[in-house]
């Protein structure tokens, strides 16, 4: 069975979806490995280096591929290529890419979407979303003290003290957390907060204060850990009860999210004129439509002397380290379908339920079918 692996098109892309140290393992269960020329270099990873772990170097990545390996969804063009049957596992992106989901289906491939690995301990070395938010939130934080025209840490110095940074994190999932563990490390005094009540013990154990707001929040936590989305009268008074905190800090690092549904606004333009002249948010749900209502996707906007980040693909700047990351995470998958040599689907397992979008000609993500009937209906 061959495996193959493209250069990544999408514009700014940088990441690679195999890295040479994982070659191996690939081959060692049985698997022939093709990488296209180059598909590597943007994330520091030459042809040889693939090479000499045991991979062969194609011009074309899609026509002889059993498994074609993917950072993002394949474009149409790239599904033509694919040949039927062949087995797609990615970052799909299924919720936004209809097209290509129709394309996959009616092409017969078999297709995975990383992003719907359940978030449940046997899929954590699976889980790819995980891993990204991971680099997310430290990349927020260094590009925050990048734009901020204070210090992080406390300084003792012979022209005097110099206080440390305040950073102020609203959400505190995956990237959340580790946006707090960095600016700690950086020596800002933090503090967060999150819907979820059983995260404060875990903003603590990363050293940050955890904000205590007066909201109902008992049943913020749906049953698979991630947050419920509220009604627009308890955003509103989050974001009056956060107000203080906002105007409060140098660095506001927002990574509050509700699956499936837009990013909650939680800083106000009111908000964000309340906070001090050379401060800094970076907006982490900004793909998502954004937690602040002056964020724009991958711009840097200034308003009321504030620096707002909005970028959408932060992995992507740390290409060596998410491509390893990201890679762990697809070949984790890979071996875990495979049975003597050959993908196996099986029904009854959690992963694969989950993760299986086409099969066989049919959209069988029943999620998806429902939400693209949905639109077609103008609902
Ligand atoms: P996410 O990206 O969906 O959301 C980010 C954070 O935003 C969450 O902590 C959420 O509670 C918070 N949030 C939503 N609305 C908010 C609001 N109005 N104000 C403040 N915060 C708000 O979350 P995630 O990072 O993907 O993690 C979700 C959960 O899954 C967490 O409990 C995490 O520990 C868990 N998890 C489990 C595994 C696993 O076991 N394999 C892996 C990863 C994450």
Do not use: W
């Not at 514009?11 to 690679?16: A, D, T």
């Not at 591929?65 to 797609?88: G, M, N, Q, Y």
Request: proline letters at 5%.
């Amino acid at each position: 069975m061959i495996v193959s692996v493209p250069k990544e098109i999408t514009p700014g892309e940088r990441r690679v979806a195999l890295v040479p140290e994982l070659v191996s393992k690939l081959t060692a269960a049985g698997l022939e490995v093709h990488v296209q020329f180059g598909a590597g270099l943007e994330a520091g990873f030459r042809d040889k280096d693939y090479e000499e772990k045991g991979a062969r170097l194609a011009s074309d990545a899609f026509a002889e591929a059993d498994v074609l390996l993917k950072v993002r969804p394949p474009t149409a063009d790239e599904i033509a290529k694919l040949r039927e049957a062949s087995v797609f596992i990615g970052l799909l992106e299924p919720y936004t890419s209809e097209a290509q989901v129709r394309l996959l289906g009616a092409r017969k491939v078999t297709s995975f979407a990383m992003e719907l690995m359940p978030r449940i301990a046997r899929a954590q070395p699976m889980d790819a979303l995980s891993a990204m938010s991971t680099v997310a939130g430290y990349k927020a934080v260094l590009l925050a003290a990048n734009r901020l025209s204070k210090f992080f840490p406390l300084l003792m110095t012979a022209a005097g003290t110099i206080t440390p940074a305040r950073v102020f994190v609203v959400g505190a999932g995956v990237a959340g957390l580790e946006a707090i563990g960095t600016a700690k490390r950086l020596g800002a005094v933090v503090e967060a907060y999150d819907t979820r009540p059983s995260v404060k013990e875990e903003v603590q154990s990363v050293g940050a204060k955890f904000v205590e707001l007066s909201l109902d929040t008992r049943d913020a936590e749906e049953k698979g850990g991630y947050a419920r989305a509220e009604s627009t009268e308890f955003y509103k008074k989050q974001q009056e009860m956060m107000g203080e905190h906002v105007a409060a800090a140098d660095v506001v690092i927002t990574a509050a999210l509700v699956r499936g549904r837009h990013a909650p606004i939680l800083i106000t333009e009111e908000m964000v004129r309340g906070m001090r002249p050379g401060s800094v948010i970076v907006d982490l749900a900004s793909a998502q439509g954004g937690n602040c209502s002056l964020t724009e996707p991958d711009r840097e906007v200034i308003r009321h002397g504030i620096t707002i980040l909005g970028p959408t693909n932060l992995p992507s700047t740390m290409p060596f380290h998410s491509s390893q990351m990201y890679a762990r995470t697809v070949t984790n998958f890979l071996m875990h379908l495979l049975k003597d040599g050959k993908i196996c689907l099986d029904p009854n397992d959690e992963m694969t339920r989950a993760t299986l979008v086409t099969h066989q000609g049919e959209i069988v993500k029943e999620a998806l079918q429902a939400i693209f009937g949905a639109a077609r209906h103008g609902s």
